[in-house]
């Protein structure tokens, strides 16, 4: 009878994901437990509403707080800086201690599929008889929504999960909107110092391919092998960004440091000033603060003549 009731559960919750995200009028509902969900390319089972939950993501975090289930995270990881107000430790995302997560007694836990070891630490943890969530970065703006809405379930707060996906709907759709006549610019999106870039393939491309912007990394050497090619000095040179953006200037790369790269004073982004220092994680996270970087571009495609 208990897994027909969770077999029945997991067919209404796929049904409900999907209508989210296509954008149909499906009305958000108190979640029954026990709960199964599919989510990370993994079945979970939850006993209860979870109050300890311990999110060990940064994007998942910030989403767990903008739907309203803050209350229910005890403790994050390290690079969870956001909201101000997360229980951040010093636990690792990247390589979790079982030891102290199995100590603080949580209820579930979300792990990032990109961590070290992450199906030996998610058996670790489910044969100790928690429940863990495993994500997996987005590709698409569908899949943001979908974690949305799958972390609205979970929590029982599909209705502040739903409303969170239409008002980034909302604002994406009409910053876009407004960057349309902007659509060829030339972009380069820095990951580090040594020119490792991000193609049209990533999560971070596609977001610049949604303003139509021409991303220089997506014609270099090595950029179909991992979508995070890493280009010389002379092709940057060459393929003459108009934008160049800066996702490490948290780590020190500024728009002077940049400018004074030998040779590249004559790269139209450096000669006009259009040398852009991203605020600190906003490229790198899918949460609710997506809006801000979709803002930060349009805002800077705002300023390019033409």
Same mark, same amino acid.
């Given at each position: 009878?208990?897994?027909?009731?969770?077999?029945?559960?997991?067919?209404?919750?796929?049904?409900?994901?999907?209508?989210?995200?296509?954008?149909?009028?499906?009305?958000?509902?108190?979640?029954?437990?026990?709960?199964?969900?599919?989510?990370?390319?993994?079945?979970?089972?939850?006993?209860?509403?979870?109050?300890?939950?311990?999110?060990?993501?940064?994007?998942?975090?910030?989403?767990?707080?903008?739907?309203?289930?803050?209350?229910?995270?005890?403790?994050? /990881?390290?690079?969870?800086?956001?909201?101000?107000?997360?229980?951040?430790?010093?636990?690792?995302?990247?390589?979790?201690?079982?030891?102290?997560?199995?100590?603080?007694?949580?209820?579930?836990?979300?792990?990032?599929?990109?961590?070290?070891?992450?199906?030996?630490?998610?058996?670790?943890?489910?044969?100790?008889?928690?429940?863990?969530?495993?994500? /997996?970065?987005?590709?698409?703006?569908?899949?943001?929504?979908?974690?949305?809405?799958?972390?609205?379930?979970?929590?029982?707060?599909?209705?502040?999960?739903?409303?969170?996906?239409?008002?980034?709907?909302?604002?994406?759709?009409?910053?876009?909107?407004?960057?349309?006549?902007?659509?060829?610019?030339?972009?380069?999106?820095?990951?580090?110092?040594?020119?490792?870039?991000?193609?049209?393939?990533?999560?971070?491309?596609?977001?610049?391919?949604?303003?139509?912007?021409?991303?220089?990394? /997506?014609?270099?050497?090595?950029?179909?092998?991992?979508?995070?090619?890493?280009?010389?000095?002379?092709?940057?040179?060459?393929?003459?960004?108009?934008?160049?953006?800066?996702?490490?200037?948290?780590?020190?790369?500024?728009?002077?440091?940049?400018?004074?790269?030998?040779?590249?004073?004559?790269?139209?982004?450096?000669?006009?000033?259009?040398?852009?220092?991203?605020?600190?994680?906003?490229?790198?996270?899918?949460?609710?603060?997506?809006?801000?970087?979709?803002?930060?571009?349009?805002?800077?495609?705002?300023?390019?003549?033409?």
């Amino acid at each position: 009878m208990l897994r027909t009731r969770f077999r029945l559960q997991a067919i209404a919750i796929s049904i409900f994901v999907f209508a989210t995200v296509l954008g149909s009028p499906a009305q958000a509902v108190e979640t029954k437990y026990p709960l199964s969900i599919k989510f990370g390319g993994y079945t979970t089972k939850i006993a209860k509403l979870p109050k300890r939950i311990i999110s060990l993501s940064p994007s998942a975090t910030e989403i767990f707080f903008a739907i309203g289930a803050g209350p229910q995270v005890m403790a994050v /990881d390290n690079l969870s800086n956001f909201p101000t107000n997360a229980p951040i430790t010093e636990l690792s995302a990247y390589e979790p201690s079982i030891e102290a997560i199995v100590a603080m007694k949580p209820d579930l836990i979300l792990l990032s599929a990109t961590s070290s070891k992450a199906k030996e630490t998610r058996n670790a943890f489910t044969k100790l008889g928690i429940a863990v969530l495993m994500e /997996d970065a987005p590709t698409t703006l569908s899949e943001v929504y979908a974690q949305n809405t799958v972390l609205g379930i979970v929590t029982n707060k599909q209705s502040k999960a739903l409303k969170l996906n239409g008002d980034m709907r909302r604002s994406i759709k009409a910053i876009i909107a407004k960057a349309k006549n902007k659509a060829g610019v030339r972009i380069f999106h820095e990951l580090d110092n040594t020119y490792y870039s991000a193609t049209s393939s990533t999560f971070i491309g596609k977001v610049y391919k949604d303003f139509g912007l021409i991303n220089i990394a /997506d014609a270099a050497a090595g950029a179909d092998a991992s979508g995070y090619p890493q280009l010389t000095a002379e092709y940057l040179v060459k393929s003459d960004p108009q934008v160049i953006l800066l996702a490490d200037a948290q780590y020190g790369e500024s728009a002077a440091i940049v400018a004074a790269r030998a040779g590249w004073s004559g790269i139209s982004a450096v000669k006009n000033g259009k040398i852009v220092e991203l605020p600190a994680d906003i490229s790198s996270r899918w949460g609710p603060r997506l809006v801000d970087f979709y803002k930060t571009i349009g805002a800077v495609l705002g300023k390019i003549s033409g």
